[in-house]
């Protein structure tokens, strides 16, 4: 059976450096950093009281109240994201065939602050329940596509992926195999997470994954740098319309790059630790190169998943100079989560985006926040730091790692 073609014909991005896909492009080319002081609750008692936070934004510039106060926030900002990349993609829902279009979203937590408000508010009472009769629609993972292909009539697959922070990445893969075997002509897929919460950042402070740099947020963030002390937490959403190649030549689309494969692995080594010397990760890249057909050296840009936490950005790199060989000296390494803070479940999904902008504008963005070297990081590979740099790039990898082991692999081609 020939496999289908898949391109991308439509980005949408909500994040806490730019509210739009342009605005988040803008912000990762120069180098802006989205952490500050968390406005959302008190974080006097907090190990650590920053946060990517998103900007400016307003649900009900976008949603109306009514419909926006029956979503959590994961669910909101999915809305927003996928409307955007909809809106993008030029897709005219009045005559595409819904039941070839298909949702498949990720989300590595949900609905976590509706689940801890209606505890606290539980806690608070007199023991009798009197939970929202939206508290389960609310905070269940599978809500956002579910609420996406209500809106937009999608009748095609519908589910969300949970796979830690590699659950976007583990969407849109699913989405491209779908596609790929000739299921669906167009698929939304993409993730989104609103973990910055009471509950979020104490249960990420009690496990010491946190920045606890208060003093400096804004520097907190530091990928590679040998003086980093853990990931930042961000929030947002991004969006990619996948669609088959042909189907979108068909209606003139425009195609921002072709999604060659995916590659999935586990490390089968520990619940939150890394292996140290990269296993995992070095078999989902070299099992995304096989499923894309390419060689380590067609590879021009890999966006890591680099989150700035001691343990994962040396074995990363550990693992890229393995795969790549003498190779990964000629590579455009980065580090978007030096800007945006660390998505979680969506962080696969906006480094997808910022790897198929940097294609399409021939700029790799910068990973920022870098003065000290690690003398456990190979000083010859190219981590593009604290200064954007030109490159034309045909071929860019995102990686993806969550908890548990998950690994996931990307590979995007700019097309001639």
């Known amino acids: 059976m020939e496999l289908k073609r898949v391109v991308v014909t439509g980005l949408g991005a909500l994040t806490p450096i730019g509210n739009t896909k342009d605005e988040y492009w803008s912000g990762l080319i120069s180098g802006k950093s989205g952490a500050a002081p968390i406005t959302y609750f008190d974080t006097e008692k907090f190990k650590t009281n920053f946060a990517c936070e998103l900007k400016d934004f307003n649900v009900n510039d976008f949603i109306h109240r009514k419909e926006s106060r029956r979503m959590d926030r994961f669910t909101q900002y999915a809305m927003v994201a996928s409307d955007e990349a909809i809106a993008d993609s030029n897709l005219n829902l009045d005559t595409v065939n819904k039941l070839r279009v298909g949702v498949i979203w990720g989300a590595g937590i949900g609905g976590l602050e509706t689940f801890q408000n209606e505890m606290l508010n539980y806690a608070a009472g007199d023991g009798t329940p009197r939970f929202n009769p939206f508290f389960i629609p609310k905070m269940i993972a599978d809500i956002a596509p579910g609420n996406i292909s209500i809106k937009n009539g999608f009748m095609g697959p519908n589910y969300t992926t949970v796979s830690a922070c590699a659950s976007s990445a583990n969407a849109m893969i699913d989405a491209l195999n779908y596609i790929r075997l000739g299921h669906c002509d167009v698929i ?20 010491h994954a946190l920045s606890t740099r208060n003093e400096s947020p804004e520097t907190a963030s530091r990928p590679f740098d040998s003086t980093r002390d853990g990931f930042v937490l961000g929030e947002g959403a991004g969006a990619i319309i996948l669609e088959e190649y ?3 030549k068909a209606r003139g689309a425009k195609i921002y790059a072709e999604v060659l494969g995916g590659g999935l692995s586990s490390d089968a080594y520990h619940m939150t630790a890394p292996h140290p010397e990269g296993i995992g990760v070095i078999a989902v890249m070299r099992n995304c190169l096989e499923n894309a057909g390419l060689k380590p050296e067609d590879v021009d840009h890999i966006n890591t998943h680099g989150t700035s936490t001691p343990l994962g950005d040396v074995a990363e790199l550990k693992a890229i100079k393995k795969v790549f060989g003498e190779h990964a000296k000629n590579i455009n390494i980065n580090s978007t989560k030096s800007m945006t803070g660390h998505l979680l479940g969506a962080a696969g ?68």
């Open 188 to 207: 939304v897929t993409g993730g989104s997470e609103a973990a910055v919460t009471i509950a979020g950042m104490g249960g990420f402070n009690g496990m």
């Open 246 to 248: 042909e189907h979108a």
């Open 349 to 416: 999904a906006i480094e997808s985006i910022a790897v198929i902008l940097a294609m399409q504008h021939g700029i790799v963005p910068p990973t920022i926040n870098h003065t000290t070297v690690d003398e456990n990081i190979d000083g010859e590979l190219n981590l593009t730091l604290n200064s954007p740099q030109k490159r034309d790039i045909k071929v860019a990898m995102s990686n993806t790692f969550g908890f548990g082991g998950h690994n996931a692999c990307v590979l995007f081609k700019k097309l001639d």
